[in-house]
């Protein structure tokens, strides 16, 4: 067995067991703190997957902003003092069966569907071809999402102080 | 291990996700549920662009888990603005209890 596969074992238990977590505690905050762990997983199949750049941009950005964020917005608006109030399930036999037939079906799809492979990626630093990517083949898309981040950012700065101002 | 193992990797992560986004009453719990939907589109970009990579660019794959990455940011912080609001006007964020809009 090679070292990769191990630490593909390494992380799809980590990632399923914490996302578990994530999915199923009672307490809000658990759940915030948790998505921090499945979301530096997450960064640990990109590495497998050679994108060493990708997992960089996925720790930054996922786990150091959007989760912080999200840790936030949780202590801000959730009494989570009384967890049962703050992560209220409801339905939860129903969606557990929704869920996992859901899974099913798409684990025999991926089971029956024969995957034709190409030749396998290479693991080698990626950081310099996607810069060239990005400012030539993909320059309108990256344009656009940046105009998009930051009406994103201006939008909710806009939408929260409106209701100051009432 | 081979492509497969990562897409069942993924598709645990979304069942996951879908389950939260269908039975959490607070806000924020459907927006974690949406975050793990999108690591896992993202998980199976990153799979299929190691494993079949496009002729023209190798990397086109890679890109686009950068943007899904991106606009998780984008979204996260529009519905983080929308749930402060609404808890400034509501005194919670139950999304079964926010049924009136502008009022």
Known sequence: MHVPDLFFMFFTIFVLVTASIVAFSSNMLHSAFTLFFVLFGMAGFYVLLGGDFVAMVQLMVYAGGVNVLLIFGTMLTGDIAKPEISNLSFQGILTFFSGVSFMAVLLTVFEKTEWTLLEKGVREPTTAELGKLLLKDYILPFEVISFLLLAAMVGSVLIVLQREKD | ?103
């Open chain 2, 1 to 103: 291990m081979g492509l497969s193992a990562y897409l069942m990797v993924s598709a645990g992560l979304f069942a996951l996700g879908m389950i939260m986004f269908i039975s959490k009453k607070n806000t924020i719990g459907i927006l974690m549920g949406v975050e793990l939907v999108l690591n896992s589109a993202a998980l199976n970009f990153m799979a299929f662009s190691y494993f079949t990579p496009s002729k023209g660019n190798q990397l086109d794959g890679q890109i686009f888990a950068i943007f899904i990455i991106l606009l998780a940011a984008a979204e996260a912080v529009v519905a983080l603005g929308i749930a402060i609001a609404a808890y400034k006007e509501y005194n919670h964020v139950q999304a079964d209890e926010l049924i009136s809009l502008k009022g």
